[in-house]
């Protein structure tokens, strides 16, 4: 299903959904096309900071061509906050899975986004960091 063709993005839950399934589906355009040209990513699996789309991209791509790549939500972790206008922040825990060096691996991640749902690219920023090991 392309992007034109799919409901609008009228909560903030609609754009991580949207997002989610992008990255189920390997469709980088997709992921990309949810991103603002100005947006800021700080990704899962590397330690650069991505504020173009054309980084955007090529993290994107790398990530989708591993084998297996999925990633879940921990529903009860979702916290959505409303800031004035159509801003809203929205902050968990997902889970990312693809294959390593021939296995089956998991990878939780806390994530934040900023998005604006004023803007048909509504994310402006997001955060997403593994889950280091507790002291």
């Known amino acids: 299903m392309t992007s034109s063709t799919q409901t609008p993005m009228n909560t903030p839950r609609d754009v991580l959904d949207r997002w989610m399934q992008a990255v189920n589906h390997g469709d980088v355009k997709a992921l990309l096309g949810l991103y603002d040209p100005q947006a800021v990513l700080i990704p899962t699996f590397s ?3 991505l504020n173009t ?3 955007l991209r090529d993290y994107f791509e790398k ?3 591993r084998e297996e790549l999925s990633i879940a939500l921990h529903e009860k972790t979702l916290l959505v906050q409303e800031l004035p206008g159509q801003l809203f922040t ?3 825990i997902y889970n990312w899975r693809f294959m390593v060096d021939g296995e089956l691996l998991n990878f939780e ?3 934040s986004y900023v998005v604006d749902l004023a803007r048909p690219q509504p994310i402006l ?3 997403s ?3 280091p ?3």
């Open 109 to 111: 991640a806390r994530f």
């Open 47 to 49: 330690n650069r900071l």
């Open 53 to 55: 789309p054309e980084k």
């Open 63 to 65: 990530l989708g061509s």
């Open 90 to 92: 929205l902050g968990g």
């Open 125 to 127: 920023h997001h955060h």
């Open 129 to 131: 960091s593994q889950i």
């Open 133 to 135: 090991r507790m002291l």
